[in-house]
């Protein structure tokens, strides 16, 4: 019943991948979306969604990994779209955090990439970090690419940010921070997020939810994220599951 709708299954501190999909498996998690990083990472979620019958994937280019963004890269990333199991493009975007970071470039391939998804009628997983007047302005400006969606993964930002952005017809997904103590701006968002544009992610093995912070995230905890979320909404857990899993399946069409 649960979704995690972003992950990395093929991160090195995920290895024992037969363990990872039967503990979400065993926790009522039924998909886990592989959102890549580059062209290998794309094509190692492609052979994982063809070992496993719960994995999808999304194929893309991350913006910390632009500095190798090149025509190869990008025609092996645009192969794999074509896959039955490719359900987005991603993730994409900007991040300006890492240092040092090239913006024009990270910025020619996020809008590349967003022209791409219009052609191949994927939605788009977005990734934004220390660059969200940037994201909003390149986000309304090629507003045209987005007649397939997209979501904005492990959102950290405001209300005011969400409502743009759910202006556009975007979708917010919730990740760990969601159940941190601290976590305080986040709870006001997902109080304003309506319930059919809120997914749920763990982005592991990174963000991993409380009470677990500091071990290796992994799917298995995406309904601690629900939880929270159905708690915030004052909701029945399995009305929030099933509301979760409908929004997954209306974004990423392809999903079973």
Known sequence: MFVDTHCHLHDEKLNDTDTVVKEYLDNGVSIAINMACC??????????????????????????????????????????????KCVAVGEIGLDYYWEPYDKDKQIKAFISQMEFAKEVGLPISIHCRNSTQDMLNILKDNKAKLTSGGVMHCFSGSVETARELLNLGLYISFAGP???????????????????????????????????????????????????????????????????????????????
């Open 39 to 84: 062209a290998l990472t794309s094509e190692k979620g492609k052979e994982l969604a063809e070992k496993y019958s719960s994995v999808y994937f999304g194929a893309g280019c991350h913006p910390c990994d632009t500095a190798g963004f090149d025509e190869n890269e990008f025609d092996r990333i645009k192969k794999l779209t074509s896959h039955p």
């Open 178 to 256: 969601l159940t941190f103590k601290n976590a305080n701006a986040i709870l006001d968002v997902a109080s304003y997020v309506p319930n059919d544009m809120c997914l749920t992610e763990t982005d592991s093995p990174y963000l991993t939810p409380h009470p677990f912070r500091g071990k290796v995230n992994g799917p298995k905890y995406v309904p601690l994220i629900l939880q929270k979320l159905a708690q915030i909404k004052n909701i029945d857990v399995d009305k929030m599951a099933k509301q979760v899993l409908q929004n997954a399946k209306t974004l990423f069409k392809k999903l079973k």
